[in-house]
C-alpha cells in the first residue's frame, strides 16, 4: 500500500509538471509580442547597423515596415508576416554557415532573441511605436496609501519603491532642505529674513510658505535662465576664428522676465521660435526670437556666406528638436535617422521652415530691432498717427517696419554682374571704384517710392545712379553722394516702376581719375520703401525730419528673425546625402508624420504654424522634454536619463507613468505654467528626502533610480560661484544688462581680429551673478569650464557632471574664489565675536545653516593655528593673502581666510545635500 501511494503520489507531481510546462510552453509562443519593448532592442544592437538608414545591405533595412516587408536584392521579402519558417530573416539567423548566418562576423543571436523574433513575425510581423511618440494622456494615479506621501508625485515613486522592495528615506532636516529647495529655485541662498522665518517654522505650510517666496523671488528668473542658456548656446561673440562680440543680451534679460513672470511655457515657446510673425510684435516678442539668432556667424575673410547661413539654419532644425522635443535629428540631414522613424526628406520639409529669413551670415547681423528710448518712443507713435491718417495701410505697415528694423533690404553682398566693383572679403560688404556698376536681382518695385542705402564715402563728386534692367536702362534715380566720414544712411526718391525688375546700381565720379583702382563707396544693403504721404503739405518736411531722425538714432540693437517678404522666397531642396552642394527635389515646409497627428487647421506654412505644431497638446514631445528637464534640475538625473535623446537609443524611463502623469498635468490642469509644475515637484516627499546613502541602497539602487533617498549632486557651475558670493556677503543684487567680466588673468582671450581684451569689472559688476558673465565662444570663462559650463557653439541638452582635480584647484586657488574667501572671511570676524571658534561656528552656520560638529571645528582650529604660525613668521605673507590691503594685513586674519577658504571647499558645500 505504501509502495502504491508513493508511486500515485509521484505520478500525480509529474502530471502537474508536465501540464505546468505545457502551459508555460503555450503562453510563451501565445504571448502578444511588444514590437517597442521586445523586437526594437534588439533590431537595434544587433540588426541596423547593416539593415537601417545609412545601410541597407542586400536591399533589406528594418527602419520602416514597407522597407522591412518589401523584395530585397534576391527578389524575395526576407520577412513573410505570418510564416517564419519561410521567412529568409529566420533563416539566416540560424544557418549554422558562418557565411550566410546573420549577424555577420559576429556574436549570433540567442535562442531567446531568436525565439521572440519568430513569434514576432508570427504574430504578423506588426511594427509599433516608441513610446515617446505616442500621444501624452491623462494617466491614472496609483492608489497607494502611506502617511509618507505628501502628493500625487510621492504615489507613482512609492509604488515603484514597493516594487523594488524598497523603503523611503526620511525627511531631511529643516536646514538642509532650506540650502536645497533655494539653490533649486533660485540658484542662490534666499535673504536672511526668508530664511530666518522657515527655520523658525518649518512644518509643512512653512516649508510652503518658503517655496512660495522662492518662486516669487526675482532671482528664480535668473537660475533657470542658466538653464536655457545652454540649449539655446547663448554666447555674447559670434564664435568661429574669430569670435567678434555680439549685443544679444537682450535676450537673456527677456527669459528672465519671461520665467519670472512664469509665462506660460507655449506662449514662451511661441514667442522664441516665432515671436516676429505674432500680429503687431511688441520689441520684447522680436528679442523673443534671438533664441534662433545665437547661432554663429563667420567674419572671416573669403568665406561663403550661403555656406554659413545654411549651417546656421541647420543649427536651427537640430536645436529645435534638441531643446524643446529631446529627440536627436542631426543625422537625418544626410539620410534617414537608423533608429527613429524619421526620413532623410523630412529634415529639409521641416528646415523649410526655417529657411526663408532675413539673415545671411553678414558680420552686421542683420535684422536688428532697433529699440527706441521713452521719448523716442513717443515721437514715434505721434508720427505713425499722422503717417496711419495720412497714408495707405501698406505705406504704414512697410515705413513702421523699416523704423524698427532696417528690413526689408538687398544686402549688397548678394549683387553680382559686378563691373569694376567686388564684394570686400567677399562676405561684408560691396565696394564700389569708379565707374562700376553691379546687379540687384528681381527687385519688387510696386510701392516703392524712394530707394535708401547704408554706405560709407569720403569721396567728393560721387553719383549713384539705379537704373531698370540693365546699366543703361531707365532711371530710376539718381543723386550725388556727399562726401562725409563714417558709415550713413541716405535716400534718393524714386520714378515710379511696377512689377519686379532687376536693378543696376551705378557708380561713377568725373572727379576721380577713371582707372582708379581705389574703392570710391562702400555698401551694405539697398532698401526699396514707400515716401512719407501727404507730400507738399505743411507737416510734410517736418515729419520726415523726425522720420530720418529716428532712422538714424544710435539706438541698442538685437539680432532677430524675420520672414523674407514673398518677392525674396527662397526655396528649399532636400541636400543629396547632406551636401548642399547637390540640390535634390524641392519641397514644402512640413514635420514627420510618423508623430502621428497633423498640423492644426489653418496652421500657415511658416515658423507660427510650426510654433503651432510644437504647442499643440497632441505634441507627444515638447510637454514631456520640459517636464523631464525640470525634473533632472531638481533631482539630478532626468526620468529619463538621456536628455538629449527620447528616442529608441535613448534611455528608457525610470518611471513612464509618472511623466506622462505630469506632462498631462503640466498642458492642462497648470496650463503650461511652469512654477506650478516645480511646485508640485519640490512639495512631494520624494524631493524632501534625506540624502544618505545606506548600505542597502548602495547595493540595490546606487544611482538612486528609484528614488529611495534625497538628491544629492554637485553644483553647477553657476550655483558654484553665487553660493560663494551669498556666504562672503559680496553678491550684487544688480540684475539685466550687458555681460560683465569678473576677475579673469591676461592671456586667456586671443582676438587677432579685433584686438578685443578681457577687461575685468570694477566695483559690484564684479561680484554679479553668474549669468551675467560675458560668454566668448572660443574662450568661456576658466573656471565655469572646470566645472562643466560649455562652450555654447551649438545646444547642450545636459551637461554630465565631471569630476576632476582641475575643479579642486579651481575652488582653492582661483583668484576670484579667494577674493570670495577673503571676504568670508572679513564677514566671520566681524559677524563671529573676538573667539577664533565662534567666528567659524558663525562662518560653518552661514554656510549650512547648522551648527558645525566639534571633531570638524576641531579641525579648522587647528589650521587655524597651523596658518597663523606661518603668518606670524613674516609679516610680507599676511598681506600677499589679504590680496595687499594693509589695512587687513594681520596674521589672524590671513590665518582665517586660509580657514574660510578650506571650509567653502567642504564637500557638504560644493554638492547639493
Not at 561673440?237 to 528672465?256: A, P, Q, V
Request: proline residues 6%; contains cysteine.
Amino acid at each position: 500500500m505504501v509502495h502504491f501511494y508513493y508511486n500515485r503520489k509521484m505520478l500525480l507531481v509529474l502530471a502537474v509538471l508536465v501540464i505546468t510546462g505545457a502551459v508555460a510552453c503555450f503562453n510563451s509562443r501565445s504571448e502578444k509580442v511588444d514590437f517597442s519593448t521586445d523586437v526594437k532592442p534588439i533590431l537595434n544592437k544587433k540588426c541596423i547597423s547593416c539593415h537601417g538608414g545609412v545601410k541597407a545591405k542586400g536591399g533589406f533595412s528594418v527602419l520602416f515596415r514597407e522597407e522591412a516587408l518589401a523584395k530585397t536584392e534576391s527578389g524575395e521579402p526576407a520577412i513573410i508576416p505570418g510564416d517564419p519558417d519561410n521567412s529568409e530573416m529566420i533563416r539566416r539567423l540560424t544557418v549554422k554557415d558562418p557565411e550566410e548566418r546573420m549577424p555577420y562576423k559576429h556574436e549570433p543571436l540567442s535562442e531567446e532573441e531568436i525565439g521572440i523574433l519568430r513569434r514576432w513575425i508570427k504574430q504578423g510581423a506588426k511594427w509599433g511605436d516608441h513610446w515617446a511618440y505616442l500621444p501624452v494622456k491623462e494617466t491614472p494615479v496609483p492608489d497607494k496609501d502611506n502617511s509618507w506621501i505628501r502628493n500625487d508625485v510621492d504615489r507613482f515613486i512609492y509604488e515603484k519603491l514597493d516594487e523594488q522592495d524598497l523603503k523611503p528615506a526620511a525627511p531631511a532636516d529643516p536646514q538642509t532642505l532650506l540650502r536645497r529647495v533655494s539653490l533649486d529655485l533660485i540658484g542662490m541662498y534666499p535673504s536672511a529674513a526668508i530664511a530666518d522665518q522657515y527655520l523658525k517654522n518649518s512644518d509643512d505650510k512653512g516649508y510652503e510658505r518658503l517655496v512660495d517666496s522662492l518662486l516669487a523671488s526675482s532671482h528664480f528668473g535668473e537660475k533657470w535662465t542658466s538653464m536655457w542658456l545652454d540649449l539655446s548656446r547663448y554666447a555674447d561673440t559670434k564664435g568661429y576664428e574669430s569670435d567678434g562680440g555680439r549685443s544679444i543680451w537682450r535676450y537673456r534679460d527677456w527669459l528672465i522676465d519671461a520665467f519670472n513672470k512664469d509665462k506660460p511655457y507655449n506662449v514662451f515657446l511661441t514667442e522664441q521660435v516665432a515671436g516676429d510673425l505674432l500680429p503687431d510684435p511688441t520689441d520684447a516678442q522680436y528679442i523673443a526670437t534671438a533664441f534662433s539668432r545665437n547661432t554663429m556667424t563667420n567674419d572671416e575673410g573669403g568665406t561663403d556666406n550661403e555656406e554659413f547661413r545654411v549651417a546656421a539654419v541647420m543649427d536651427r532644425v537640430n536645436t529645435t528638436w534638441e531643446s524643446l522635443m529631446g529627440t536627436t535629428f542631426a543625422c537625418v540631414q544626410c539620410h534617414s535617422h537608423p533608429y527613429d522613424p524619421f526620413r532623410h526628406d523630412e529634415y529639409y520639409k521641416f528646415m523649410a521652415y526655417f529657411n526663408n529669413t532675413r539673415d545671411n551670415d553678414i558680420p552686421a547681423e542683420y535684422p536688428l530691432i532697433r529699440e527706441y528710448n521713452d521719448s523716442m518712443k513717443l515721437q514715434l507713435t505721434q508720427l505713425m498717427q499722422w503717417i496711419r491718417e495720412n497714408g495707405t495701410a501698406t505705406q504704414t505697415q512697410q515705413l513702421y517696419q523699416f523704423l524698427r528694423t532696417w528690413q526689408p533690404v538687398i544686402y549688397a553682398t548678394t549683387t553680382d554682374s559686378l563691373k569694376n566693383a567686388i564684394i570686400i572679403n567677399k562676405n561684408v560688404a560691396l565696394g564700389m571704384r569708379n565707374h562700376s556698376h553691379v546687379r540687384l536681382k528681381n527687385v519688387k518695385l510696386d510701392d516703392a517710392e524712394q530707394v535708401v542705402w547704408n554706405f560709407y564715402s569720403n569721396k567728393p563728386g560721387g553719383r549713384l545712379t539705379f537704373r531698370v534692367d540693365a546699366p543703361d536702362g531707365p532711371m530710376l534715380a539718381s543723386v550725388l553722394i556727399e562726401q562725409k566720414d563714417g558709415w550713413r544712411k541716405a535716400s534718393a526718391e524714386m520714378q515710379p516702376h511696377a512689377g519686379t525688375h532687376d536693378v543696376y546700381v551705378v557708380y561713377e565720379n568725373p572727379s576721380m581719375p577713371a582707372a582708379s583702382e581705389d574703392i570710391l563707396g562702400v555698401f551694405e544693403w539697398f532698401g526699396f520703401i514707400p515716401e512719407l504721404p501727404a507730400k507738399g503739405s505743411p507737416e510734410y518736411t517736418a515729419r520726415k525730419k523726425t522720420y530720418w531722425d529716428l532712422i538714424n538714432a544710435p539706438v541698442t540693437t538685437t539680432p532677430v528673425m524675420m520672414e523674407n517678404p514673398g518677392w525674396l522666397r527662397r526655396e528649399t531642396h532636400v541636400f543629396e546625402r547632406g551636401n548642399r552642394l547637390t540640390l535634390g527635389k524641392e519641397v514644402e515646409p512640413s514635420v514627420p508624420k510618423s508623430l502621428q497627428f497633423a498640423m492644426p487647421a489653418n496652421a500657415p506654412k511658416n515658423r507660427m504654424g510650426l510654433a503651432l505644431w510644437l504647442t499643440d497638446k497632441r505634441n507627444p514631445l515638447v510637454s514631456r522634454t520640459m517636464v523631464n528637464r525640470l525634473w533632472e534640475q531638481l533631482f539630478g538625473t532626468g526620468i529619463v536619463e538621456t536628455l538629449e535623446d527620447m528616442g529608441t537609443q535613448g534611455m528608457l524611463p525610470t518611471h513612464k507613468e509618472l511623466l506622462d502623469h505630469l506632462s498631462w498635468k503640466f498642458m492642462n490642469d497648470y496650463k503650461w505654467s511652469i512654477k506650478k509644475l516645480i511646485k508640485e515637484m519640490v512639495m512631494s516627499a520624494a524631493y524632501r528626502q534625506d540624502s544618505k546613502l545606506t548600505n542597502e541602497l548602495k547595493e540595490k539602487d546606487p544611482a538612486n533610480k528609484f528614488l529611495a533617498r534625497g538628491p544629492r549632486v554637485r553644483l553647477s557651475a553657476e550655483q558654484l560661484r553665487d553660493q560663494n558670493l551669498c556666504i562672503s556677503g559680496l553678491m550684487s543684487g544688480k540684475m539685466y544688462g550687458p555681460g560683465v567680466m569678473p576677475w579673469q588673468p591676461e592671456g586667456i582671450w586671443l582676438s587677432p581680429y579685433n584686438a578685443a581684451k578681457w577687461r575685468n569689472s570694477t566695483g559690484e559688476d564684479q561680484y554679479r551673478r553668474a549669468v551675467y558673465t560675458y560668454w566668448k565662444r572660443t574662450a568661456p570663462y576658466p573656471s565655469m569650464i572646470s566645472f562643466d559650463g560649455v562652450q555654447r557653439v551649438l545646444c547642450t541638452a545636459r551637461r554630465i557632471k565631471t569630476n576632476t582635480p582641475l575643479q579642486a584647484l579651481t575652488t582653492l586657488n582661483d583668484s576670484a574664489y579667494i577674493d570670495m574667501a577673503r571676504h568670508f572671511a572679513y564677514r566671520m570676524e566681524k559677524e563671529g565675536g573676538r573667539d577664533v571658534a565662534g567666528q567659524i561656528k558663525k562662518g560653518y552656520q552661514l554656510m549650512l545653516y547648522k551648527p558645525i560638529k566639534e571633531d570638524k571645528l576641531k579641525v579648522f582650529e587647528d589650521l587655524y593655528r597651523q596658518a597663523l604660525k606661518e603668518f606670524s613668521s613674516g609679516p610680507g605673507k599676511a598681506v600677499e593673502m589679504v590680496g595687499g590691503q594693509k589695512e587687513k594685513a594681520t596674521p589672524a586674519t590671513a590665518a582665517l581666510v586660509v580657514v574660510a577658504n578650506a571650509m567653502l571647499n567642504l564637500d557638504e558645500v560644493v554638492v547639493k545635500n
